[in-house]
C-alpha cells in the first residue's frame, strides 16, 4: 500500500516539483564529484594502454555517454509507456524531459566515438554494427522531440511521441548485442565481460566513477527539467498561483 501511495505521489504536479527541487543537489553535488574524480584518475592518473596508448582515455567520456544514451532512451519508452497505459500525464512529463538529454548523450557517444575512431581505425567513420545502430538511436530521439513539439494540443503530442519512443526501444538491444551478434569493427564489453572486468583497477576504478559521475548527473538534469515540464503544463493551475505568491 506505501509503494502505490508513493507512486500516486508522483502523480501529482505540486508534489513531483517539490521533490525534484529537493532531489537535485543530492544528484549535482556527488555527480560533480565523481565526474571530476573518474576525469582526473582516467585523464591523469591511469598509464597509457599497451595498444592504444593514450588514445584509450576518451573511454571515460565515451562509455558513460553510450550507457547513458541508451539507459535514457529505456526510461523514456517505459514512461512512455506508463503514460499510454495508465493515464499518468507526468509521466509523458518524465519522457519529454529526459528526451533531450538522452539526446544529447547519444551524439556525445557518437562524437567521441569518431574521435577514436580516427587514430584507431584510420577512418572518422565506418558503417559499423554498432555506429549505425547508435546513429539511429540518435535520430529516433530528434525524431521523438520534433514529433512531441509538432501537435498544439499536448496530449496528442504526448500520445503521438510515446508511440514512438516504445516501437523505438527494439533498437536498445541491438545497440548492445550488435557486437555480438555481427562482425564488427567495435569492441566488445571490457568492464561487463563474462569473465570479469578486462581492465587493471588504475584503469577501472576511474572507469566505474566516470559511470556513476554520468549518471547522477543525468538525475540532476532531469530534475531541472522535469520541473520546467511541470511548469509549462501546470502554468495555469491554482497551485503554482500560490506558489507564486508565496
Known sequence: MATWTWFHKLASPPHLYRIAGK????????AALLVAGGLYGGLVLAPPDYQQGDAFRIIYVHAP??????MCYTMMA???AVGLVWRIKLAHAFAAATAPIGASFALLCLVTGSLWGRPMWGTWWVWDARLTSQLIEFFLYLGYIALHSAFDDLQRADRASALLAIVGVVNVPIIHYSVYWWNTLHQGSTVLAA??????????????????GFTLFYGALVCVRL??????RERNAS????????
Do not use: C, Y
Request: charged share 10%; net charge negative.
Open 227 to 232: 520541473r520546467g515540464e511541470v511548469l509549462t
Open 195 to 212: 569473465d570479469g572486468p578486462k581492465m587493471p583497477a588504475s584503469m577501472l576504478v576511474p572507469l566505474l566513477m566516470s559511470f556513476a
Open 23 to 30: 532531489m537535485f543537489p543530492w544528484f549535482a553535488i556527488p
Open 78 to 80: 517505459v514512461a512512455a
Open 65 to 70: 555517454a553510450a550507457w547513458l544514451s541508451l
Open 239 to 246: 497551485w503554482l498561483q500560490e506558489l507564486g505568491a508565496h
